[in-house]
């Protein structure tokens, strides 16, 4: 056992001596076999004791031990002369003798470079001697040493019969370890489940709940006469009679629809190509659908016929679900963002629910707390199961609406059993329902929404199932507030929309009234006119959801004028802010009328060019907008200032920053303005 | 609530709006086209109208007004009952689909344009 601290440095040196470079796999196989063996941290057996006073005895040394190396430590199963009854890794000599496949014998431990640095002989209790045979399974892996300690150097080591005993005793250790996992079995088939456990847990499926770890089922089908033998496991997994054998056929049958075709039958058996390793969801009696990993070898004859199937069944289903739950839970979120319907959000993620459990139906109702009803609003059914009728009566079926009321969930692992319902159980039971959830998802404390999932069997509902459940109720409920309050938002913009067209019909009718008497009506009409400008300014802004395009505007413009083809208009895509948008659409009113009046439009052939670009060179990034007119009369400025000049000139915010010129080929105008204020929201 | 006695050979146009301010103004917009007028403040006075006279040729109609009807469901029982009449439409909301608005009728956007108004008007006195 020695091994020493000061071995690490050396075995950067010697490598191969090192016990931490072991090849993986073999530490791999003794871990296994050592649990296998379910021998560690045992108390002293007389059995293996008598060993190592033998050993001691005939080799003449003061200390044996029967020393078993786990991955960070040697545990000694039987000692004589020797305190401890582990010491950690760096001190074990035994590791050494793991790798050699005869005794290893060190007759002066302080000569020997693997050992002269090791604490257990540089310091008490200073050993000088070490004999060990390591203890070897039937599948050739190395469990530990049987070995022989002495405090003086042995230059001679062991004479060949103390070998030939210290070897013999050693697989005398190893017998009684085979013995003992034979004989100390308490019961056969457990034990075989927990070596097998190991191995499932390293290799097939790390997310199998430790619970159920242990409950793996065996079996062997006669592939000619396809019978079926099943240990009682297997029978408890499948949910049927625990008889010694069956007819394959009846285990074929329970296999789910979808499901079919992955799992093994007489003639993929017969052929040899059935899949060995598979998972598959089964149809119980009384548990409903089940997940099972199915493990499985196939023997042969000599002639290379498969004639038998061996392997291993286990329920799965807990850690199934877990992974499923998880899955069905991303999906939601994935598949909720894209729908725009309530009907459907609930729908989907009905389907997802009901998926995921298994479930005889899961969905959504919406509840009337007065009436006591639930009106059904989406729904998914298993295909065995029919669709429960829109409307119900909570009384109908028991009292536990009195909980719902409460806000408290209602989970059911057996409707005939539990008082809130067992009255009542029948009328449950005709609609397939054993066991159930409700649970009330609250929008603002108000109870109006119920989520809800059924099984036909008896049921034991997890806490991480329920809040699985909840979940699903809160995030559809989410859901389906952001649409209401978007649509509410769509129809309140709109409801603006309408009442601010209104008043501006009412200032005209106003302005109209008042203005009767003016004589001079094109006074009036520009009013009128720049009225609709602004009108129509609002109208972008409400549609588009509170900003303008520039584009939109310039189009809009385009279409008041309704002389197709005359404006050539070209720009990036900018969305303005309310103040930008309107004060814009009324400079592009007055730029509009007049190119009528007096520019471009005023003739048929004149046109007008439109671009806006962005100059971001500056300190902050400025909106420059052009206005060229051609093909129109020669362009002369006007004589007076009115309204219409004293909005172009204060430009495209009201902050300036225009340009106009009168020069062939006609009027234009450069307007540029802080794109940052253009865009601001208010 | 028929307001002016209907003079022969004139074009008569009936105004349906429920707010006096703007049903004034529509008034004088028909009046000053040159045509005559009638007025009513609701879709169903406007039915009562239309079922006694025989004279009008063109209703001009507002959409939102209180009654049994609106303007949408005027303009649809006029096409049905009344083909010959020709039918506009306006109103304070921005867009108006040409699937709710019945075949032939015309829809302007409140706050409308008044000289555009006078020509559709014209327009449809001509055929």
């Given at each position: 056992m020695p091994g020493l601290l000061s071995l690490r440095r050396d075995a950067l040196r010697q490598p191969e001596t090192n016990v931490?470079?072991?090849?993986?796999?073999?530490?791999?196989?003794?871990?296994?076999?050592?649990?296998?063996?379910?021998?560690?941290?045992?108390?002293?057996?007389?059995?293996?004791?008598?060993?190592?006073?033998?050993?001691?005895?005939?080799?003449?040394?003061?200390?044996?031990?029967?020393s078993l190396v786990e991955a960070d430590r040697q545990w000694f199963k039987a000692s004589v002369g020797f305190?401890?009854?582990?010491?950690?890794?760096?001190?074990?000599?035994?590791?050494?003798?793991?790798?050699?496949?005869?005794?290893?014998?060190?007759?002066?431990?302080?000569?020997?470079?693997?050992?002269?640095?090791?604490?257990?002989?540089?310091?008490?209790?200073?050993?000088?001697?070490?004999?060990?045979?390591?203890?070897?399974?039937?599948?050739?892996?190395?469990?530990?040493?049987?070995?022989?300690?002495?405090?003086?150097?042995?230059?001679?080591?062991?004479?060949?019969?103390?070998?030939?005993?210290?070897?013999a005793l050693s697989r005398q250790v190893i017998a009684l370890l085979e013995h003992r996992r034979t004989s100390h079995r308490k019961d056969e088939l457990f034990r075989r489940q927990k070596g097998m456990s190991a191995n499932f847990r390293a290799t097939v499926n790390k997310t199998i709940a430790a619970q159920e770890a242990g409950r793996i089922g065996t079996f062997e089908i006669d592939i000619t006469t396809n019978v079926i033998a099943v240990s009682a496991e297997f029978c408890r997994i499948f949910d049927v009679p625990a008889v010694p054998t069956y007819d394959a056929k009846i285990f074929q049958d329970m296999v789910v629809p979808s499901d079919r075709g992955i799992h093994s039958n007489d003639s993929n058996r017969a052929d040899g190509s059935a899949p060995?390793?598979?998972?598959?969801?089964?149809?119980?009696?009384?548990?409903?659908?089940?997940?099972?990993?199915?493990?499985?070898?196939?023997?042969?004859?000599?002639?290379?016929?498969?004639?038998?199937?061996?392997?291993?069944?286990?329920?799965?289903?807990?850690?199934?679900?877990?992974?499923?739950?998880?899955?069905?839970?991303?999906?939601?979120?994935?598949?909720?963002?894209?729908?725009?319907?309530?009907?459907d959000m609930a729908l989907v993620a009905s389907d997802l629910m009901g998926k995921a459990f298994d479930a005889t139906r899961a969905g959504f109702g919406l509840v009337d707390q007065a009436a006591e009803t639930l009106t059904i609003q989406s729904e998914w059914h298993s295909v065995d199961a029919d669709a429960l009728a829109l409307k119900h009566h909570f009384r109908s079926?028991?009292?536990?609406?009195?909980?719902?009321?409460?806000?408290?969930?209602v989970v059911l692992s057996d409707v005939k059993t539990d008082p809130r319902t067992a009255d009542t159980a029948d009328a449950l039971l005709a609609l397939d329902i054993r066991s159930f959830v409700n649970l009330p998802v609250l929008d603002h404390g108000r109870f109006n929404l119920l989520v809800y999932v059924h099984h036909d069997h008896v049921?034991?509902?997890?806490?991480?199932?329920?809040?699985?459940?909840?979940?699903?109720?809160?995030?559809?409920?989410?859901?389906?507030?952001?649409?209401?309050?978007?649509?509410?938002?769509?129809?309140?913009?709109?409801?603006?929309?309408?009442?601010?067209?209104?008043?501006?019909?009412?200032?005209?009718?106003?302005?109209?009234?008042?203005?009767?008497?003016?004589?001079?009506?094109?006074?009036?009409?520009?009013?009128?006119?720049?009225?609709?400008?602004?009108?129509?300014?609002?109208?972008?802004?409400?549609?588009?959801?509170?900003?303008?395009?520039?584009?939109?505007?310039?189009?809009?413009?385009d279409e008041t004028l309704a002389m197709p083809g005359r404006i050539d208009l070209d720009g990036p895509?900018?969305?303005?802010?309310?103040?930008?948008?309107?004060?814009?659409?009324?400079?592009?009113h007055e730029l509009g009328t007049n190119a009528m009046k007096y520019g471009a439009l005023s003739q048929p052939q004149g046109i007008i060019t439109i671009r806006w670009v962005i100059d971001d060179g500056g300190q902050e990034p400025q909106l420059t907008f052009y206005w060229q007119e051609s093909g129109g009369p020669l362009p002369k400025p006007p004589e007076r200032k009115g309204f219409g000049s004293k909005l172009i000139q204060m430009g495209l915010i009201g902050t300036g920053g225009v340009v106009t010129s009168y020069e062939a080929p006609g009027f234009s105008v450069e307007m540029s303005a802080s794109l940052q204020q253009l865009q601001q929201a208010h | 609530m028929a307001q002016s006695t209907?003079?022969?050979?004139?074009?008569?146009?009936?105004?349906?709006?429920?707010?006096?301010?703007?049903?004034?103004?529509?008034?004088?917009?028909?009046?000053?086209?040159?045509?005559?007028?009638?007025?009513?403040?609701?879709?169903?006075?406007?039915?009562?109208?239309?079922?006694?006279?025989?004279?009008?040729?063109?209703?001009?109609?507002?959409?939102?007004?209180?009654g049994s009807m609106d303007g949408l469901k005027l303009a649809a029982a006029i096409r049905d009952r009344w083909p010959p009449i020709e039918v506009i439409v306006t109103s304070g909301h921005a867009r108006m689909s040409d699937v709710t608005l019945p075949v032939g009728s015309v829809f302007f956007p409140k706050p409308y344009d008044t000289e555009k108004v006078t020509a559709q008007l014209n327009l449809m006195a001509a055929t």
């Amino acid at each position: 056992m020695p091994g020493l601290l000061s071995l690490r440095r050396d075995a950067l040196r010697q490598p191969e001596t090192n016990v931490t470079n072991l090849p993986d796999l073999d530490q791999i196989r003794r871990l296994e076999l050592l649990e296998a063996y379910d021998i560690l941290n045992t108390p002293p057996e007389p059995e293996f004791d008598d060993i190592v006073l033998v050993a001691a005895e005939v080799c003449g040394t003061p200390v044996s031990l029967v020393s078993l190396v786990e991955a960070d430590r040697q545990w000694f199963k039987a000692s004589v002369g020797f305190e401890p009854c582990e010491t950690p890794i760096e001190q074990s000599v035994c590791a050494h003798s793991l790798t050699s496949p005869d005794l290893l014998i060190i007759p002066d431990l302080t000569l020997d470079p693997r050992t002269a640095q090791n604490t257990l002989v540089t310091e008490p209790p200073h050993i000088r001697f070490y004999a060990g045979a390591p203890l070897v399974g039937p599948d050739g892996v190395a469990i530990g040493t049987l070995c022989v300690i002495d405090t003086t150097p042995r230059p001679e080591g062991l004479t060949p019969s103390q070998q030939k005993v210290l070897t013999a005793l050693s697989r005398q250790v190893i017998a009684l370890l085979e013995h003992r996992r034979t004989s100390h079995r308490k019961d056969e088939l457990f034990r075989r489940q927990k070596g097998m456990s190991a191995n499932f847990r390293a290799t097939v499926n790390k997310t199998i709940a430790a619970q159920e770890a242990g409950r793996i089922g065996t079996f062997e089908i006669d592939i000619t006469t396809n019978v079926i033998a099943v240990s009682a496991e297997f029978c408890r997994i499948f949910d049927v009679p625990a008889v010694p054998t069956y007819d394959a056929k009846i285990f074929q049958d329970m296999v789910v629809p979808s499901d079919r075709g992955i799992h093994s039958n007489d003639s993929n058996r017969a052929d040899g190509s059935a899949p060995m390793n598979v998972e598959y969801r089964i149809r119980t009696a009384t548990h409903g659908v089940r997940w099972i990993s199915r493990h499985a070898v196939l023997e042969h004859d000599e002639n290379g016929r498969p004639v038998k199937m061996i392997g291993t069944v286990q329920d799965i289903t807990e850690a199934k679900r877990t992974v499923l739950r998880t899955q069905a839970l991303l999906d939601l979120g994935d598949r909720l963002r894209d729908l725009e319907d309530i009907a459907d959000m609930a729908l989907v993620a009905s389907d997802l629910m009901g998926k995921a459990f298994d479930a005889t139906r899961a969905g959504f109702g919406l509840v009337d707390q007065a009436a006591e009803t639930l009106t059904i609003q989406s729904e998914w059914h298993s295909v065995d199961a029919d669709a429960l009728a829109l409307k119900h009566h909570f009384r109908s079926y028991g009292s536990y609406i009195e909980d719902l009321k409460r806000g408290e969930p209602v989970v059911l692992s057996d409707v005939k059993t539990d008082p809130r319902t067992a009255d009542t159980a029948d009328a449950l039971l005709a609609l397939d329902i054993r066991s159930f959830v409700n649970l009330p998802v609250l929008d603002h404390g108000r109870f109006n929404l119920l989520v809800y999932v059924h099984h036909d069997h008896v049921y034991d509902w997890t806490d991480e199932e329920v809040s699985f459940i909840r979940s699903f109720g809160d995030r559809v409920q989410m859901a389906m507030a952001k649409l209401q309050a978007e649509t509410e938002q769509a129809t309140l913009n709109r409801e603006i929309g309408h009442r601010l067209k209104n008043t501006f019909a009412m200032i005209q009718a106003i302005a109209t009234q008042t203005l009767r008497p003016v004589t001079e009506r094109n006074h009036v009409q520009n009013f009128e006119k720049r009225l609709f400008a602004l009108s129509k300014a609002h109208d972008i802004l409400i549609h588009d959801h509170g900003g303008a395009s520039i584009r939109t505007i310039v189009e809009s413009l385009d279409e008041t004028l309704a002389m197709p083809g005359r404006i050539d208009l070209d720009g990036p895509d900018v969305v303005l802010g309310p103040r930008g948008a309107l004060s814009m659409g009324l400079v592009m009113h007055e730029l509009g009328t007049n190119a009528m009046k007096y520019g471009a439009l005023s003739q048929p052939q004149g046109i007008i060019t439109i671009r806006w670009v962005i100059d971001d060179g500056g300190q902050e990034p400025q909106l420059t907008f052009y206005w060229q007119e051609s093909g129109g009369p020669l362009p002369k400025p006007p004589e007076r200032k009115g309204f219409g000049s004293k909005l172009i000139q204060m430009g495209l915010i009201g902050t300036g920053g225009v340009v106009t010129s009168y020069e062939a080929p006609g009027f234009s105008v450069e307007m540029s303005a802080s794109l940052q204020q253009l865009q601001q929201a208010h | 609530m028929a307001q002016s006695t209907p003079i022969k050979n004139r074009i008569v146009v009936l105004v349906v709006e429920d707010e006096p301010l703007q049903r004034m103004m529509a008034v004088d917009l028909v009046l000053d086209a040159g045509f005559d007028v009638v007025e009513a403040w609701s879709a169903d006075e406007a039915v009562t109208i239309l079922e006694n006279r025989t004279d009008i040729r063109i209703v001009f109609t507002d959409v939102d007004m209180p009654g049994s009807m609106d303007g949408l469901k005027l303009a649809a029982a006029i096409r049905d009952r009344w083909p010959p009449i020709e039918v506009i439409v306006t109103s304070g909301h921005a867009r108006m689909s040409d699937v709710t608005l019945p075949v032939g009728s015309v829809f302007f956007p409140k706050p409308y344009d008044t000289e555009k108004v006078t020509a559709q008007l014209n327009l449809m006195a001509a055929t």
